[in-house]
């Protein structure tokens, strides 16, 4: 991602095209504003970004964004991703997506994706619930959470979106929080010039179908890891910080390490963004390639 | 016209693939013609496996029905195919190991034992499995294959690193070939090697050399039989032919990001079998939607459900034009040859990016790890490459690009993303020119309407581009077999027995599966006098697709679903039979 | 014939459902017929929400095409009907909130204001959203609705936990009635309350109580709109009526869970929309192989891929026809009714059992999402419920039970988990009739057609039991309809429009698609004047699955695919339309 | 399952139809004696063990033991399994599998079983290949090892099976080694008795495709986690093991908890298993149903 300095660009300039259609409160304007700000930020042009996101209505944000997207599947956001990533590898890629989209049909995807290290910035809104299908209980809805789907309480333990990142190989693993626009913001930022696969998870509450994890909730729970001194080098402990549930939620990042990406030594990559590269192959290979065969 | 052909049979892991790789190259760079199929189980060791290799000096286009020497690499293949070797056939077996019943042999062949642990003597202790190479030696002399061409071949085959290796083993062979030189009479074959150098290949590795001659960059795959061989070559040459080649977790994975890297403006593959393909139908949708294109195969396999991996069958045509819900353009192509293999790659690529939808190619098992000798030159390399409307970028860097502009021909110029100016979303949910959904806040019915028939017009124009069918064989004839993919080769050699025997027989062999050439395809079938459906699979699916596509129904038809390919003789046979049976019904 | 139809729009959020639960209720109480549509957007708040309810004293099947009285519960709303509305209807609006351009009104139309706040002010400060039940309290007198049936209703639905809440509203809506009492004339529509007490119930619910009738016990489903209702009810009633309900991680894990639980012996359901039955396509062929038990609802919404998710359209034939590779017995079920809805969880819950098979029901949104009113003695609990053949157990606890024997009809008596003496392993693979693997050491050809055979004639003996398709209307008629599915209703309607107008109009309507009744419908259309096919999609999925198993082509076709479902006027019109141009062709 | 103390039965009772066909030599045939001796040690009947298992070598383990099975689809013999022990939780339901079937395409259906924690025992035997499709790469593959599928050299880390057990929640989760079959069938059967969903990572080594991972390889560095006083009830201490990777590798039970699965508090299992329920309702809930219309 951007290696030399660049200037900071408007916010503005990435305004797009409609204007946001979440219930008035929805969490995700908050994350809408923070991603606009950490992109303008870094100096990235709305034509060097490419936001991809499944289905729910955390995925609608793309649309609200000036640059480049892919309004995906559900669950499917993490494979496009990475493949827009290794066909461009120059572009800034950030994955957008609810915690329904993520953590339950597509939990595959992005486990694999964290193992797999392509440099991506994966932004999850985690509002623990399915918002857009009205209501029913997400794979992070608390147990005994009632719900639409769980009208006498949520019988299944929720996952732990963060500490399966770290126990996957996670090079970068974060946590934010809507209610802290700017800590969110800072948080993308920092995701986005990370050299491989980061996953930030985001409270966003959904003020329409969760009743439990509300703003007031939260408020009076959530800390900040890098004001306890919490040592991001360390991913025992970092995965011991993403059991912390309750009284004291961790906000910030859990992880990072130093990483080469995947695009950065995949082969056939070497030459540059792959989507640059002739289509022709020389006829010196062509003849290698059929001796082969004789 | 000299032809022979041999079958070898053994537990996998015998070697019985190298014995096909050796004889089948040698042939190829005499200037021979050679066609090999390998009938092999879903075990790793032990099983059954039953290589048999067509040797023609005239080219073969299916591995025939007749058997001239079998090589027994174990008791179970001698009982198994002793009584199946034509007469004036040969069996090579161990001596040491195999015993051969006589008596269940045709007049006139012979069995010729071979007394491996005798002539293995001088090399020391070496493995079990040398006893191929000396029966293969034995093999080469009854054929009458120039020694000296099997030595380049192993030597080529072994690598510089190998030499000692190769060196033991062209001895053993030699052995086994000096021993049959003084035991036994040669079949007379009478070659006249023309030494023109062909290459020996698969579909696999022919769809490979496709995609590179079409400027493939992406190619990603989950391991599935029949489909797996184009991943080994893709892993082993992908990086010095400039292709990303990934193999993710699932076949889901696979398509989905072959989709983001064909959006992205890189030409990207991915291929299966049935049971992959089912996981990537809901993405075939998304391709549809989003007007990505994308290529993708699926190798066909007998079916349902796992069924018989290591088998063949044409039944996944019904998954195919049905894949993922909805009304969305897609092109479906059956190559019907080797060649076709590496021709249909740039055609599918060059209909996918041109307009902007998904191309599904199917093959099957038969065709796609066939080896078939194929004639360097016919591989035509330099492909017109046509990538269709692309936006050159412009200075507007504002909201407002149409990435799906209403046009005429539905087609609306892409925006490779990087590209200056052409900022848009491409959405699953139905939008408008913009990309901006009508799913949500309003749902606006007129441009709904639109956006619908702008994608349905593609298929209308792309339909004009492809070549019309055409029979094959005379204009008139008492019988047209009709037919898809990949049965061209033993329908095409059923026809000329038919056409020998009185019988006058020409074909129809479909590769555009769809879009259908319905107005040609009526006006063959209406003059024909009586047609019969040749298929690979159980419930008829392709007469039923003619049917769906034309009104018109077959007068009869020859299926076979135990998973062995048809042969030229029994569908000639059968032929007969139908037109028996019908006519007498008439 | 006292009828009329009712619009109440809004944006989502506005309360437009309850204003038609209240209102349909109350409707099917005192006896009348009554119909809903919902036409929403894939949002939670805001868009534009436009709900139609028709209210007759007989039998009603579509929303119709009147419209007789608007409730605008914002400026879009007016906006956008006004005109809509039929001459004699009507609008109703709250004078604070809107503005009524009075031109746009058909003559005899008329604009009635209500003073909302002024109505709510005894009530003190209440939420916005309570102008609805104002507004509705004045439709009900336009109307001629009895209040105190009304009354009930609500505190019907508030339940007796919520006296308080329910009395506000009831005084609420007496509020707008006794206003509209003193200041409009009602409708005159003279009803007979015949107070015979209907349900109203959406086509999720009627296949819900299906469900429960037919002793399904297991119930998975991931949310997808519009089939979540099934969900819903199930999670709310599933524990009482001894269902298990599971929403699990993904469709692949709904339809493998519930392919489970029928394989081990109890009725499992499961379902979805398009995009999710994608997912579920290589589960449909597992359940094929396994011989397994499971019913399966795909309900279409408009496609392809997300499409628009809140919109009705009939374009996944295609896809549940060709669900999953390889040929294999399968049932595909389109009921065309509410009744029907209920009834064919049952019929699809016996072939499956009895067969041992997939059975696959595609609904749509229109249908599934409806509301309508239903007899509650239509509902038959007391179905037959046929299990098929179940082996009982022996003391024998040796290997060598025959779980897929070969049998005449292709049946073979299964095992549930658990009995003694019939252990197996039920196998995606090929098999023997134990159940042991033929794709691994010796691939078994004869074994593996006579598995093939012996799946394939499941069908032939199932076909046998499906009734047969039936005309509706007059047996000889100028024009045939055909069609299948939801459309029944709006054909139905249609047909008897145009009879009115003395085009002689009957119709076919199928609801067996797999197997078909191909002598049956071919002696249909054979003796039919003019056919025209009437389908929700843009390619004419059912015209070319009519085609593909018949060879029979109709004279014409109306097709709709802007997500709107189709009204009767609107498809009378175009058949006359269609009839001119195809006569002028001929 | 078997509350009370009940009779051993004969290993050979569960003696399958046919030999396996597996390579000589291969590691899944300790899995399979393990596993009919852990059955038979128990007392449970062929009758009312249920083994169910997706596609590969390892999963054709189903077809060599006497009981019922399901041999289903690559990848989905997990949800497969969670319905048919719904359907009759009187079964013991034992899953077998692959780490490609099980970690790699199946890895979202383990995860959230896992956190559902139906009374499951689930074996995967980890080979660290494909072996089926005849070697490429697996999810368990070690960074850097030479696969068909990567010629050069595997670029992707490994996933961590037992730690993303731990980190979902897992009940019970412990790892074996077919070169120690009696530690194995020990291992087994406590999985089965174990009250919710267990893993059980095997290493099973592959003769054939994986010449990294080997019983040589593994031998000297394999070590018994029981001997050395680790605490099966500290989740970080167990996670912290299973990251544990190299010249010591720990075997034996990472952690146990006392769970109640779900199976037992789901509401229709509660009159006993769902296919001994008599079909229809009572006229008085049909009414009930048909009033909430009305
Ligand atoms: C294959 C498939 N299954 C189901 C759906 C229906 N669906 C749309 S959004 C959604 C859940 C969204 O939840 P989440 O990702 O948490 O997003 P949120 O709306 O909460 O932001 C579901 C189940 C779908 N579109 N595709
Ligand atoms: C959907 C699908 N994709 C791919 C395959 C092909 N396939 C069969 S087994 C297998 C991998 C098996 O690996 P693993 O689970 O580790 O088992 P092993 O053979 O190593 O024991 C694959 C990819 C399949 N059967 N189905
Ligand atoms: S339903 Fe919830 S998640 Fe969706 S827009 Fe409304 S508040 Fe946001
Ligand atoms: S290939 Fe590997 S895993 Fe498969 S049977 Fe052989 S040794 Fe076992
Ligand atoms: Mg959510
Ligand atoms: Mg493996």
Redesign the interface.
Same mark, same amino acid.
């Given at each position: 991602m951007p290696a030399a300095a660049v200037a900071e660009l408007p916010v503005s300039?990435f305004?797009?095209?409609?204007e946001p259609?979440?219930?008035?409160g929805c969490g995700d304007f908050g994350v809408l504003n923070a991603l606009k700000k950490a992109v303008a930020k870094l100096g990235i $042009?709305?034509?060097?970004l490419? %936001?991809?996101s499944g @289905?729910g209505?955390s995925s609608?944000l793309?649309?609200f964004i =000036? &640059?480049?997207?892919?309004? &995906?599947? =559900? #669950?499917?956001s993490?494979?496009?991703?990475? #493949?827009?990533k290794?066909? +461009?590898h120059?572009?800034t890629v950030v994955i957008t997506g609810g915690d329904g989209d993520g953590y339950? @049909? #597509?939990?595959? =995807?992005f486990? =694999?994706a964290v193992?797999? +290290?392509i440099d991506i910035l994966y932004i999850v809104m985690d509002n623990q619930i399915?918002?857009?299908?009205?209501g029913?209980?997400s794979?992070t809805t608390c147990k005994g959470d009632k719900t639409? &789907?769980?009208?006498?309480g949520n019988?299944?333990?929720? @996952? +732990?979106p963060c500490?399966?990142a770290?126990? &996957? #190989?996670g090079t970068w693993v974060g946590r934010g929080f809507s209610g802290d626009p700017n800590g969110l913001a800072d948080l993308m930022a920092q995701g986005i010039e990370h050299r491989g696969f980061a996953l930030l998870d985001v409270f966003s509450p959904c003020v329409?179908y969760n009743m439990n994890n509300t703003y007031p909730w939260f408020r009076p729970r959530v800390y900040n890891l890098q004001k306890e001194g919490h040592d991001t080098s360390d991913? %025992?402990a970092a995965?011991?910080r993403?059991?912390e549930w309750g009284d004291r939620i961790p906000l910030g990042i859990f992880y990072k390490e130093e990483s080469i990406p995947?695009d950065a @030594?995949?082969?056939?990559?070497k030459?540059g963004?792959?989507?640059q590269?002739?289509?022709?192959?020389s006829?010196e290979? $062509?003849k290698?390639?059929?001796l082969e065969?004789? | 016209m000299p032809e022979f052909t041999l079958g070898v049979g053994g537990a996998a892991g015998e070697g019985i693939a190298s014995v096909g790789d050796i004889l089948g190259k040698t042939a190829a760079r005499l200037g021979l013609h050679m066609f090999t199929y390998n009938s092999y189980q879903s075990v790793i060791r032990g099983g059954h496996v039953w290589l048999r290799l067509r040797i023609s000096d005239k080219k073969v286009e299916n591995h025939g029905d007749i058997l001239t020497i079998v090589i027994a690499l174990n008791q179970d293949t001698a009982d198994k195919h002793t009584a199946e070797i034509d007469p004036g056939g040969r069996l090579l077996f161990n001596a040491d190991k195999v015993r051969v019943d006589e008596k269940a042999l045709k007049d006139g062949a012979r069995a010729l034992p071979i007394p491996v642990a005798e002539l293995l003597a001088p090399f020391g202790k070496v493995e079990a499995i040398s006893q191929n190479t000396v029966l293969l030696g034995a093999a080469m002399h009854l054929a009458e294959i120039e020694f000296a061409t099997v030595e380049d071949v192993i030597r080529g085959m072994f690598g510089r690193k190998g030499e000692a290796l190769a060196k033991q083993n062209i001895e053993m062979c030699r052995a086994g070939y000096s021993y049959a030189q003084k035991n036994f009479e040669p079949l007379g074959l009478a070659w006249k090697f023309s030494r023109k150098g062909r290459m020996m290949i698969t579909g696999n590795e022919a769809f490979s050399l496709g995609a590179v001659a079409a400027g493939c960059r992406f190619y990603s795959a989950y391991p599935m039989t029949p489909a797996s061989g184009i991943l080994f070559w893709m892993a082993r040459n992908g990086a010095k032919c400039g292709i990303v080649v990934r193999q993710p977790e699932d076949e889901l994975s696979v398509i989905n990001m072959a989709i983001g890297a064909g959006h992205t403006g890189v030409r990207a593959m991915c291929a299966t079998s049935g049971g992959g393909f089912a996981l990537m139908t809901e993405a075939v949708g998304m391709a549809g939607m989003l007007e990505a294109p994308v290529v993708c195969i699926n190798v066909m396999r007998a079916g349902p459900s796992t069924g018989v991996p290591t088998k063949t069958e044409q039944a996944d045509l019904n998954q195919v034009y049905g894949a993922s819900q909805g009304d969305f353009p897609r092109v479906i192509l059956a190559p019907r040859d080797l060649l076709e293999c590496f021709d249909t790659i740039p055609e599918a690529f060059n209909l996918a990016e041109k307009y902007q939808l998904p191309v599904l190619i199917i093959s099957d098992l038969l065709l796609s790890e066939h080896r078939e000798s194929l004639d360097p030159e016919a591989l035509k390399w330099d492909v017109p490459i046509e990538r269709g409307a692309v936006f050159p970028g412009s200075s507007n860097g504002q909201n407002g690009f149409k990435r799906y502009a209403l046009t005429e021909n539905g087609v609306s110029p892409r925006s490779y993303p990087g590209t200056p100016g052409g900022e848009h979303v491409a959405a699953t949910d139905e939008h408008d020119e913009q990309g901006i959904l009508i799913s949500d806040v309003f749902t606006n019915p007129p441009m709904r309407k639109k956006m619908v028939e702008k994608r349905g017009r593609k298929m209308e124009h792309l339909a004009k581009e492809l070549p019309a069918p055409v029979i094959q064989g005379p204009a008139k004839a008492d019988v047209t077999l009709v037919g898809w993919g990949s049965n061209q080769g033993v329908m095409r050699e059923a026809a000329e027995i038919l056409r020998g025997e009185g019988v006058s027989t020409n074909l129809l062999v479909v590769k555009y599966l769809h879009p259908f050439h319905t107005k040609e395809v009526t006006a063959i079938l209406k003059k024909a006098k009586f047609t019969i459906c040749v298929e690979q699979n159980f419930s008829g699916q392709f007469e039923r697709h003619l049917r769906a596509e034309t009104g018109l129904s077959v007068d009869g038809h020859i299926r076979r679903y135990d998973g062995e390919p048809m042969e030229p003789r029994q569908v000639a046979n059968e032929v007969k039979e139908v037109v028996h049976a019908g006519s007498r019904r008439r």
């Open positions: 300039l305004k797009g095209p409609v259609d979440w219930c008035p $042009q709305p034509k060097d490419m %936001v991809v @289905i209505c609608n793309p649309g =000036h &640059s480049y997207g892919v309004h &995906s599947l =559900h #669950g499917r993490v494979p496009v991703a990475q #493949g827009v290794l066909a +461009n120059a572009m339950g @049909i #597509g939990l595959g =995807h486990v =694999h193992r797999r +290290n399915y918002g857009l299908t009205t029913q209980a794979p639409k &789907s769980t009208p006498t019988p299944e333990a929720p @996952i +732990n500490a399966l770290l126990v &996957s #190989g329409t991913r %025992v995965v011991k993403a059991f995947l @030594i995949e082969p056939a990559l030459k963004p792959l989507v590269q002739p289509l022709r192959t006829p290979i $062509q290698e390639l059929m065969f004789m | -």
